[in-house]
């Protein structure tokens, strides 16, 4: 066995075990020692992953078998650990971004309890073991695991504080949304089991030609359906914007190194699988377009800071789709990459803003912060250049090689893109200049407690504002400041079949260079003048009493897509079951049950009459019976 199987069973194991470790001392563990362990076993986790990476860069490709985990006479499904460059790359996004983010909340969350402290603690790592098992399973039974597990600890964190009824509403919504895609993805399983016997990735691919289109199709629209499910596109995206209500750092390691980049790993793994399904890519392109630009309109009006940045990650995500749906593996996994940098350096920021004001969120009560949190601020305003697609920032390069990919497939793909980008930089930059920019319009006693976060919240940022100035320089196309893609090159062995494929059936029409910077340009000038448009707009806000009206009051309230699935869902199901409730269940089941007690009571009291102590009576029924048995006799 080589060093790479002796020790990447290690990567998931170290965070396993540390949950044990905090949730069964959580009541003798202290604050520093639970966060020290927390935090510890992650960053040993990311040594190692970088270890691994190393020992895969030149396209090697590891597989370490541990055990069967089941074996019939018609299913052999080991629990094996499949280690190449994609699932390496996730690994240390994941462990990388979550150290950073426990570092993080080992300040965040000091005013807890210190058996709440450990307990949270415990579930971040859990959270990281389930997502670092579904990337590194062999299999899709073990990435299923895995897949369950992160929204098992979706649930857990989002409704953390569960004291507030809120809390626990969008856990349950976020579980329950999660369970309808995750029904999609088993049926797929399930068909694979059906149809080839195994749910092993080298051998599901090997032998997908004993598959037929009609077994291709309705695979990968099921799988499809479990990633619209954890990656939360249209029609099951809402219930990510309202996963807010749980602490801040967890909102970061869901949004950043977890939980909705699920989705993205699973069909790129299976990229073969979608390659050969052309109606099932282009419905997951046309998805994730929608999805894209109709989150990023309702981020447009939104006032929660979280919420923006909710809206504006199934934006982003709808962007990872449309890059799949065209074929653009290398284009979606690199956007992942960028995005977990930005996207945690964001929602941390955030954070250090809602720590310093005292919870409160509403962007309308803020403005002035930079002056009071010099780090926060410029951390920030590094993140908004950076989602907005500025060169030489990183989401510049992974979003416009998802846009030049929609422009080769289709040239409305790329104009919806453009726009949604311009309102990217726009609602980014809307966010900054009310946080940022202006007066402060809070509270006095707010305002005397503004300071910059301690050094566990700013060193995080100032390390992901790093990355996310940075690096994306790894995707630099080679026709732009002479780069040559490396991150293409180190993927290329994962998805070299699906490259092939796509070739042969797909006529290809590679963009000319002068294309391809005409497009960077309009996408470029674009977000530019949104972002000034906003900075001017924002950048002096003022509290308004004018309630909103017409489209603008639709935005603020998301396009009223609860309300619409509380009536035509959640009500009607509230009904049938009042109904089945009232009817069925205590009219109908009960009162056959308690009928029948009532039926056998009764008759006890008019048999028990029966005993009335006379000895004439009983003669007389012994006579009765007599006659009766006689002439049961007499005609049988």
């Not at 507030?164 to 068909?191: C, E, P, Q, T, Y």
């Not at 990656?231 to 995206?237: E, G, K, R």
């Amino acid at each position: 066995m080589n060093n790479t199987l002796q020790i990447v069973w290690l990567i998931p194991f170290l965070p396993l075990i540390s949950f044990l470790i905090n949730g069964l001392g959580r009541n003798q563990l202290s604050k520093t020692l639970s966060g020290f362990i927390g935090s510890g076993v992650i960053l040993a986790s990311f040594l190692i992953s970088i270890f691994v990476f190393f020992q895969v860069k030149n396209g090697n490709t590891h597989v370490a078998h541990y055990f069967d985990f089941i074996n019939t006479a018609t299913l052999k499904v080991g629990f094996d650990f499949q280690i190449d460059q994609l699932s390496s790359l996730f690994l240390l996004i994941i462990t990388g971004v979550g150290f950073l983010i426990h570092v993080y909340s080992t300040s965040y969350m000091h005013e807890e309890e210190p058996k709440d402290f450990a307990k949270f603690f415990a579930y971040l790592n859990l959270f990281v073991f389930s997502m670092l098992l579904l990337v590194m399973g062999g299999n899709y039974i073990i990435m299923f695991i895995g897949w369950e597990g992160v929204g098992l600890c979706s649930y857990l964190l989002i409704g953390f504080w569960f004291k507030d009824n809120s809390n626990n509403d969008a856990a349950r919504k976020a579980f329950i949304m999660n369970r309808i895609g995750d029904f999609g993805f088993l049926l797929a399983v399930f068909w694979l089991v059906a149809k080839l016997g195994t749910t092993d990735y080298h051998d599901v691919f090997s032998n997908i030609d004993k598959l037929s289109l009609f077994d291709i199709t309705g695979i990968t629209l099921l799988l499809f359906v479990g990633a619209i499910g954890k990656s939360a596109q249209i029609p099951l995206y809402t219930w990510l914007p309202d996963a807010m209500a749980g602490p801040t750092p967890v909102s970061a390691l869901i949004h950043a190194a977890t939980m909705v980049t699920a989705g993205i790993y699973m069909i790129a793994r299976s990229n073969i699988l979608f390659t050969m399904a052309p109606f099932a890519q282009s419905l997951i392109a046309v998805i994730g377009l929608a999805t894209a630009f109709f989150a990023a309109t309702i981020a447009l009006k939104q006032n929660d800071i979280k919420k923006v940045l909710a809206y504006s990650t199934v934006s982003q995500l709808g962007y990872m789709f449309l890059a799949l749906g065209v074929g653009a593996y290398t284009g979606a996994v690199f956007h992942v990459m960028t995005h977990a940098f930005f996207k945690a350096l964001l929602f941390l920021g955030a954070g250090s803003v809602i720590h310093a004001m005292g919870g409160e969120q509403d962007m309308r009560n803020m403005g002035g912060l930079k002056k009071y949190m010099s780090i926060t601020h410029i951390t920030f305003l590094l993140g908004c250049l950076t989602i907005a697609g500025m060169p030489p920032f990183a989401a510049f390069f992974s979003k416009d090689q998802i846009l030049a990919k929609a422009f080769e497939s289709n040239p409305v793909y790329w104009a919806v893109g453009v726009i949604t980008a311009f309102m990217t930089a726009f609602y980014m930059f809307r966010l900054y200049g009310m946080t940022f920019l202006g007066k402060f319009r809070g509270t006095h006693e707010q305002e005397h407690h503004l300071h910059e976060s301690p050094s566990a919240i700013t060193l995080p940022l100032i390390i992901l504002a790093v990355l996310a100035v940075a690096g994306g320089w790894i995707g630099i196309p080679e026709m732009f400041m002479h780069g040559g893609d490396r991150l293409e090159a180190f993927l290329e062995p994962v998805f070299s079949k699906s490259n092939e494929l796509s070739a042969s059936l797909h006529a290809q029409h590679e963009l000319s260079h002068t294309t391809e910077y005409t497009l960077m340009a309009v996408s470029v000038i674009g977000a530019l003048i949104a972002l000034m448009y906003a900075w001017n707009k924002y950048g002096k806000y003022q509290k308004s009493t004018t309630e909103e009206t017409g489209i603008r009051k639709a935005l603020a309230n998301k396009w009223y897509v609860d309300e619409f699935y509380d009536a035509i869902i959640v009500k009607p199901i509230q009904s049938i079951a009042g109904f089945l409730n009232s009817i069925v269940e205590k009219k109908a089941i009960d009162g056959f049950v308690n009928g029948v007690g009532k039926a056998v009571n009764y008759s006890s009291r008019q048999i028990r009459l029966l005993q009335n102590g006379q000895v004439s009576s009983y003669m007389l029924l012994m006579v009765v019976a007599t006659l009766i048995l006689f002439i049961i006799q007499l005609f049988l």
